[in-house]
């Protein structure tokens, strides 16, 4: 059954091809546009969608964008450029952003969107590719509770949790939080598997047992296998994490919050990216106290 609502999907990355997949397969009429064609042309065989060849044509008569891309300037390019979606969108449309980009975009787009008569939320998510292939991922929101009760049921294709946490770019700030704990737990979970190691235990039976216990974690569970295996081919990737927590510290010099752990494990991960690691996923921190 074909729904009412007409979206559009710009980004088709790891993240959006399968997220704009889980909408079709909702029953949404979808229009997406990627930066590279035959992604988008691949996208729309295999879905039996459309495709667009600008955002500002695939957001045109739209009641919901949504955009995954790469870093601010992407959404910049996306939306406010020459062929952005908001030259297009229709008066009470409403943009969801699901970039991990800057809190301070965020705003500012939201105050553009206000000038023409549309709508914004940013909307990051968590659950890497995995999630997003599964249609499981949590997206941290922030904007107008009316937007957000208005695209909820639509973001429900492909969550597990979503969440409004307050105006316009609340969602990116919470996002931030996100990535501060994980830098955290990622490198001290690198640090006790290196020392079960190093201590003659067999560190798949010690994660075994600890991990019943308070040191339990997301990253415990999905990632210790692959670490004590040197595999890192599984999700998110070291330049990305990168592009994060730079986002973190910089917002953390605006609003005065310490983050010591954060600012050192940003440095390890630019080591792992300056020893070829780039595409390897956030656990590879392990690599550093292997050498």
């Known amino acids: 059954m074909v729904k009412k609502q007409k979206l559009a999907f710009i980004g088709l990355g790891v993240m959006g091809y399968p997220m704009a997949g889980h909408l079709k397969k909702a029953g949404y009429n979808v229009t997406v546009y990627n930066r590279t064609t035959a992604k988008a042309e691949a996208w729309a065989k295999q879905y039996d969608g459309t495709f667009a060849k600008t955002p500002a044509i695939a957001a045109d ?25 908001f030259s297009a969108m229709k008066r009470g449309a409403i943009f969801v952003d699901h970039t991990t980009a800057s809190a301070t975009l965020a705003r500012k787009l939201d105050e553009a969107a206000k000038k023409i008569g549309i709508h914004f939320l940013d909307a990051p998510v968590s659950g890497g590719q995995a999630g997003a292939e599964n249609g499981k991922l949590t997206i941290m929101c922030g ?30 700030l919470t996002k931030m939080v996100n990535q501060i704990c994980i830098a955290g737990l990622v490198q001290a979970l690198s640090e006790g598997i ?11 039976a010690v994660i075994d047992v600890i991990s019943k216990g308070a040191a339990q974690s997301w990253q415990m569970d999905n990632r210790h296998k692959t670490m004590i295996e040197n595999k890192f081919d599984y999700g998110f990737a070291v330049d990305w994490m990168i592009k994060d927590l730079g986002i973190v510290l910089n917002e953390a010099k605006n609003n005065g919050a310490a983050l010591p752990v954060t600012r050192l494990v940003n440095d390890f991960y630019k080591q792992v990216q300056a020893n070829g690691g780039n595409r390897f996923d956030t656990s590879s921190l392990i690599t550093l106290l292997r050498t």
């Open 194 to 204: 290196n020392f079960a190691e190093k201590a003659g235990l067999d560190a798949a």
């Open 61 to 85: 008569n739209a009641d919901v964008v949504f955009a995954c891309v790469g870093n601010d300037d992407d959404v910049r390019a996306v939306t406010l450029g020459p062929d952005g979606a």
């Open 143 to 172: 904007g107008d509770e009316a937007d957000f009760q208005k695209i909820d049921p639509i973001l429900q294709s492909y969550a597990q949790k979503t969440k409004l946490l307050g105006a316009a770019g609340s969602g990116q």
